[in-house]
Each structure stands twice: as C-alpha cells, then as structure tokens.
C-alpha cells in the first residue's frame, strides 16, 4: 500500500522520468476533479489535494528512503502531485488543455530548480524532497497567474 502511495499509484515506477509521469497523473487527476467539483468548492478540493499529498510526502518519506535505498528516490512523486496541486491553486482554469500549461510550467521549475528551490533539497528526509517542488510550484503559478489571467481568454 505504502508504495503505491510515494509512486502515486504507480505513475513513479516508470523507467524513464517517474517525475513527469507522476505529474502528468496528477494533472490527468485535477482535471477530472474539475470536472465534478462545482467551482465553488474546486478551491478547496485542490488545498485539499494539496495538504493530503504533503502531509502523506512528510510522513512516507522516511519510509520510501529506505525501501529504494536513495536520498530522494526518483519513483517517490507526491512531492510532484503536491507541487502539481500548488501549481494549479486559485488559477482560473476552464478548459483541458489548461493543465498542459500547468503541467509544462511545473514541469520547468521544477527540473530548472531557481533558488530558493535547489538549497531547499538539503533539508532533512521528506522537507528536503518536498520543499523544492513546492518552491518550483510557486514560480509556475506566478506564471501561469500571469499567462491565465492576461494571455488566455477563457
């Protein structure tokens, strides 16, 4: 149960970019959310997403650094889901190519990894795992704030 929770059902056990898969999951999952959750509570649906996927990135880090035996074990993506899951809050997104701009946005910062993110890696066990992400995630959403609500008419 526990590794398909830090693989995020299984999206970070692929061979080649685990982190792209579990992000591009968690895309494919907000988008569905959006599509039953009346806007009102879609806001609260993704802080929702995103406290469950940090505190269970927290708590199963430890756990995950053991069981693959690396640092940051690269099928270990809640800490993606979580950066998904910041990238996509308060953005005014309607249609389902939206979350390819979300996803690329995120997908950017996070291998780019612009300060604060790369010095946040050092924190101890899943800190470390999952404040880089979510430092990447409020760089994408800065952007997508700006290429959402100035670029793209809904």
Same mark, same amino acid.
């Given at each position: 149960? %526990?590794?398909?929770?830090?693989? $995020? !059902? +299984?999206? +970070?056990?692929? =061979?080649?970019?685990?982190?792209?898969?579990?992000?591009?999951?968690?895309?494919?999952?907000?988008?569905?959310?959006?599509?039953?959750? /009346? +806007?009102?509570?879609?806001?609260?649906?993704?802080?929702? +997403?995103? @406290?469950?996927?940090?505190?269970?990135?927290?708590?199963?880090?430890?756990?995950?650094?053991?069981?693959?035996?690396? %640092?940051?074990?690269? /099928? $270990?993506?809640?800490?993606?889901?979580?950066?998904?899951?910041?990238?996509? @809050?308060?953005? =005014?997104?309607?249609?389902?190519?939206?979350?390819?701009?979300?996803?690329?946005? !995120?997908?950017? !910062?996070?291998?780019?990894?612009? /300060?604060? &993110?790369?010095?946040?890696?050092?924190? =101890? &066990?899943?800190?470390?795992? @999952?404040?880089?992400?979510? &430092?990447?995630?409020?760089? &994408?959403?800065?952007?997508?704030?700006?290429?959402?609500?100035?670029?793209?008419?809904?």
């Amino acid at each position: 149960m %526990k590794k398909w929770l830090v693989t $995020f !059902f +299984g999206a +970070g056990l692929m =061979p080649k970019a685990p982190g792209t898969a579990g992000s591009a999951l968690a895309c494919v999952a907000l988008f569905g959310l959006s599509r039953v959750c /009346p +806007g009102d509570y879609w806001t609260s649906a993704v802080v929702a +997403g995103l @406290l469950a996927s940090c505190a269970l990135a927290i708590g199963l880090a430890p756990w995950a650094i053991a069981y693959f035996g690396r %640092k940051d074990p690269q /099928p $270990f993506v809640l800490d993606e889901v979580a950066g998904i899951c910041l990238t996509a @809050l308060f953005l =005014p997104i309607g249609r389902w190519w939206h979350w390819g701009i979300v996803f690329a946005a !995120f997908r950017v !910062f996070d291998i780019l990894k612009p /300060p604060p &993110a790369r010095q946040l890696e050092k924190l =101890p &066990a899943g800190w470390g795992i @999952l404040c880089d992400d979510l &430092a990447a995630a409020v760089y &994408a959403n800065l952007v997508c704030q700006v290429v959402f609500r100035y670029f793209i008419s809904l």
